[in-house]
């Protein structure tokens, strides 16, 4: 069965830390460009963390700079999103996405408008994170 599962979501104080992971199976990760976009209660999808398919280049929204960081497995077919410094705007349901496109730039994956977002080749179906004292 080819899909994504997230996993690692849940409940953190602010100012604490989480890993999601994105596994694939089905397929191999190798040949696509991976996302983490994010969509909190009330708001638009946003794309967060996005990692090149080609160079493992890495893309982050001014939101999450300097705090998150993306990461490949390639061997266990898996991508990661370490989270720290978490605040409670972090407050989502985080997705990951895989895409085979030759987008010109990382960037261009993650700032994507939501048509092009769900056009991507595979989406998993969310992990929640809260971000709450």
């Known amino acids: 069965q080819v899909q994504l599962v997230e996993s690692g979501g849940g409940l953190v104080q602010p100012g604490g830390s989480l890993r999601l992971s994105c596994a694939a199976s089905?397929?191999?990760?190798?040949?696509?460009?991976i996302g983490w976009f994010r969509q909190a209660p009330g708001k638009e999808r946003e794309g967060g963390s996005c990692?090149?398919?080609?160079?493992?280049?890495?893309y982050y929204a001014d939101s999450v700079k300097g705090r998150f960081t993306i990461s490949r497995d390639n061997a266990k077919n898996t991508v990661y999103l370490q989270m720290n410094s978490l605040k409670p705007e972090d407050t989502a349901v985080y997705y990951c996405?895989?895409?085979?496109?030759?987008?010109?730039?990382?960037?261009?994956?993650?700032?994507?408008?939501?048509?092009?977002?769900?056009?991507?080749?595979?989406w998993g179906k969310g992990t929640l994170v809260t971000v709450s004292s």
């Open positions: 990692i090149s398919r080609s160079d493992d280049s890495t």
């Open positions: 996405a895989a895409d085979s496109s030759p987008w010109a730039t990382v960037q261009a994956m993650c700032v994507a408008p939501p048509v092009i977002l769900d056009g991507m080749d595979y």
């Open positions: 089905g397929f191999t990760l190798d040949y696509y460009a």
